[in-house]
């Protein structure tokens, strides 16, 4: 009989995403734990304990960690760095690709090295430096995920009130034009381009954490109601974004389609998309016909097959 394959899902930590974090791993680990071959269990960190909790995992002589952690730490390449040191697999992107696609002004100065178009942008490290971008714009913690801390300014009032904001998140703040248009997100899983999803927000003029995380906050159309010949060039934009960068196994491109132009821009990319039963990567899979358990094992597997 052959022995079942030893995954511990982390979750948890300690960034401003905790919560959600925590609503994925114990999604992943139920799921998991449906196939007969897994041996899964769960492991919560805290900022008190992760060293300790992360470093036990060497002795417990596991095949690989399932990553569930959002932001700070878990996907900006810290604890993969970690894992990497210990000599212990875990699924995902490797630490380069994290850290660039955890920080926002790195990925987007990628994109522009690889021709791939990006909404213009400004880094801002004070508040009294000189905005170079017109109104509307969006200003954003440079390295926070789940929209946390994002705001939309229309005047210089607002603009102030948002970078205070942002700052409470992040050292560094980008701020970008604000482009009115689709938005689309599009779920990478290994070399399947998964249906993209447009996001249609019911309380905000963008995507912003309550029209993710409140009931009936948004609408999901998969796919997303986009004439052919665009949806073929998203997903071609997608694919090349998320190379750029070097993700593995898989990744949600975000993107917005000008309402005027059509001309299509990679907004960011999310390297350990949310994985809740009603999170935008298990939704557009369902879709495809790859039911949540088939997900996250997939997920395993690439991983493990990225080792070898």
């Known amino acids: 009989m052959n ?6 899902v982390i979750c948890g930590g300690f960034s401003s995403e905790r919560e959600i974090s925590i609503k994925t791993g114990k999604a992943v680990y139920e799921n998991l734990k449906k196939w007969e071959d897994f041996d899964v269990s769960f492991l919560e960190i ?18 690989i960690v399932f990553i569930a952690l959002h932001g700070k730490f878990g996907e900006d390449g810290v604890l993969q760095s970690i894992l990497d040191a210990l000599e212990i697999k875990y699924t995902g992107s490797g630490v380069n ?31 009294d430096e000189d905005l170079k971008i017109p109104f509307p714009v969006i200003i954003k913690p440079v390295d926070e995920g789940s929209t946390i801390g994002v705001s939309l300014a229309n005047n210089y009032k607002e603009y102030i009130a948002g970078l205070n904001k942002a700052f409470r998140y992040s050292n560094s703040v980008i701020v970008e034009k604000f482009i009115e248009g689709k938005e689309l ?12 999803v447009e996001i249609i927000p019911n309380l905000n003029k963008f995507y912003d954490f ?22 073929e060039k998203i997903k071609t934009i997608a694919k090349k974004a998320a190379e750029a960068i070097g993700c593995e196994v898989m990744c949600r491109v975000d993107i ?11 907004l960011e990319i999310n390297s350990i998309p949310g994985m809740t039963e ?16 088939q997900l996250v094992r997939e997920i395993v597997l690439l991983s493990l097959k990225k080792y070898s």
């Open 256 to 266: 917005i389609l000008e309402k005027k132009t059509n001309k299509i821009y990679v």
């Open 3 to 8: 022995r079942k394959l030893k995954i511990v």
């Open 97 to 127: 690709a994290s850290v660039i696609c955890m920080n926002k002004h790195y990925a987007k100065n990628i994109f522009v090295a690889n021709k791939i178009p990006t909404p213009q942008w400004q880094l801002i490290k004070h508040t």
């Open 210 to 231: 309550n029209s993710k995380y409140k009931k009936g906050g948004s609408k999901h159309i998969i796919p997303a109601n986009v004439e052919k010949k665009i949806y």
């Open 46 to 63: 805290k900022k008190d304990d992760y060293i300790k909790k992360i470093f036990l995992l060497k002795k417990q002589k596991i095949d």
């Open 278 to 293: 009603t999170s935008l990567f298990p939704e557009s899979a369902r879709f495809f016909g790859i039911s949540f358990p």
């Open 185 to 196: 997100t599009v779920p990478i899983l290994g070399d399947k381009i998964l249906p993209i």
